[in-house]
């Protein structure tokens, strides 16, 4: 019996990558924070990869598992941070370090990530790699109050952004068409040398 399950792959990186073009467009500086961003942060950026993560988990896909769910909280996390950031209430103040803490944190765990995408095809590298970029721009321009390097780190996650939709479309286009619509750089396997056959050994005499 076929395993009719569905990739949820594009799910995930359709929500990543549109929650982080938008809200890299306000740290260029086209518009103000509102509720748009802390919508889609919470239900396309962070439901939404929760969900995908869970289907991953189903699949037994561990670095599917990980990026989306883990990705996914974060989205919740950050929108819940921009909610309530300078309320007293939550006892979180404006001092930018904070920011830039929790922002090199993510920076960290996506590094290691992005060393796991070299198994994986050359898309998934390009994403992974200017996340990691993305968060330790984004990291300085809070530690440094740094409008410029805020803005530029804007443009390189519009980029980072625009490359999780580029995956996503290619994974739905490639399988509905059945052919490569798409490139994504797959990664091609050396297969190894057969190692020859392994001599039966004679015991010793005097190991007998």
């Known amino acids: 019996m076929t395993d009719a399950r569905a990739n949820p792959a594009p799910l995930g990186l359709m929500g990543f990558g549109m929650t982080t073009i938008l809200l890299n467009l306000h740290n260029i500086g086209f518009f103000e924070m509102d509720q748009l961003i802390l919508a889609m942060g919470?239900?396309?950026g962070g439901l939404a990869q929760v969900?995908?993560?869970?289907?991953?988990?189903r699949n037994g896909n561990t670095f599917g598992?990980?990026?989306f769910t883990s990705y996914g909280l974060?989205?919740?996390?950050?929108a819940w941070i921009i909610a309530a950031r300078g309320d007293s209430v939550f006892g979180i103040g404006n001092d930018p370090g904070y920011m830039g803490w929790y922002l090199i944190m993510w920076g960290l765990f996506t590094a290691y990530m992005?060393?796991?995408t070299f198994t994986k095809n050359r898309?998934?590298?390009v994403v992974f790699g200017s996340l990691t970029l993305l968060f330790i721009l984004l990291a300085i321009g809070d530690w440094t109050g740094s409008t410029a390097i805020t803005q530029i780190a804007g443009w390189e996650g519009v980029f980072c952004g625009a490359s999780a939709v580029y995956l996503a479309a290619a994974e739905v286009l490639n399988e509905d068409f059945g052919r490569r619509v798409l490139p994504v750089g797959d990664r091609k396997t050396v297969p190894l040398k057969a190692m020859p056959p392994l001599e039966p050994t004679v015991p010793h005499p005097h190991d007998l």
């Open 42 to 44: 919470i239900f396309y």
């Open 51 to 57: 969900i995908a993560g869970t289907m991953e988990y």
């Open 65 to 67: 598992t990980t990026a």
């Open 74 to 78: 974060f989205w919740l996390s950050l």
């Open 114 to 116: 992005f060393v796991a």
């Open 123 to 125: 898309a998934l590298q």
